[in-house]
Structures are given as C-alpha cells and as structure tokens.
C-alpha cells in the first residue's frame, strides 16, 4: 500500500507544507522501481521539492526523474541499479520512497492522491527486484488544508510614530483660527 503521512495536516499560507510517501505491507516483496502521480490541487499548493528515500539503494546509484506533466500533478519516480535490496530492505518493514514539500499558494484543500504511472498501467505503482510489477497497489489519500496565517500587527515602534504624529496634528490644527473675525 502506498500513504501519506501524515495523512492530513494543516499549515498557515506562507508556509511550506511535507508529506512523506510510504510503501506498506510489502508482503515479502522488494521495491527495485516505483512511477507514479501524486494529484494536488494547484490553485492550493505548488511543488517545492522532492527528497527520495534510500530504500532503493540510492547511496549505491539509481536513476530518479521528477516531472511536472500538469498543474495539479507531479510524476516521481526511480528504478533501483541494484539487484540485490536486502541491504535496505526487508520485504516485511515499511519505508520511506519520497518526501514531497509543497508552497502553500491559497487558502484551502487540498486532497492529495495517487494516479496510474506514466504507463497507465493499473495498479501499476511499484516494480520488484528484476522490475516485475507489485500488485495491484492500494492507494491511500491524504489532504493538506492551507489557513489564513495572523494578522500581522503593527511594531510597537510604529504604533508610537503613527501616535505622535496624530498628536501633532491635533496640536497644529487647535492653532489655527477656524473662525476668524473680519476687522475693517
């Protein structure tokens, strides 16, 4: 199973929101390859950066690609140019694939989800050792929910600038005769 994690969250506007991809209930399979789409509401969020795990041998070299095909979709994947996985995984234990950041762009919702990879196959996310499909993969979703951030009040510095100048124009204006008398 793929997940989000955590699976909902919320963050101010302006601020950078993560989640972190996992691969679960491996069943004994090795993950050698992973290509799919992570779906996200573009008027929301925007794609920051992606950080790949190191469960598919990334210290020993594979190949990762990150593209953008559309607004609201990112395609992540890497393929593993290591036969044998044993040193990262287990086959039973979950691990990370990718951490994905986001720019929060808008107030609002975001769900987040997976779509088929670049191939279109069903359920096609993931690939084992010798790039067997793993399948078919349940896919869970996720949702991010962008807030207003505070409203910025003004420095105390400011406040009193803004005061004394009130101050003095009320100071200025009492000097001024706002009547004044006709003399012949």
């Known amino acids: 199973m793929l997940s989000f994690e955590p699976p909902g969250q919320n963050v101010e506007l302006g601020q950078q929101a993560t989640v972190d991809i996992y691969v679960r209930d491996l069943a004994g399979s090795r993950i050698g390859a992973f290509d799919f789409n992570v779906e996200y509401d573009s008027s929301v969020l925007s794609v920051d950066s992606v950080a790949f795990g190191s469960g598919l041998g990334a210290s020993l070299g594979s190949f990762q690609d990150v593209q953008i095909p ?18 990262f995984q287990d086959g039973v234990s979950d691990f990370l694939l990718f951490s994905l950041t986001f720019d929060t762009v808008a107030a609002g919702m975001s769900s987040l989800g997976f779509s088929e990879n670049i191939l279109g196959m069903a359920g096609g996310y993931l690939a084992d050792e010798i790039g067997l499909p793993v399948g078919p993969v349940n896919a869970g979703s996720g949702y991010v929910t962008v807030v207003p951030g505070p409203v910025a009040l003004p420095e105390p510095a400011s406040i009193l600038l803004l005061a004394a100048g009130l101050a003095g124009l009320m100071r200025r204006k009492s000097s001024f005769n706002l009547n004044p008398r006709i003399q012949v």
Do not use: K, T
């Open 70 to 87: 559309s607004a609201g979709q990112v395609n992540i994947a890497e393929l593993a140019f290591v036969f044998d996985l044993s040193p």
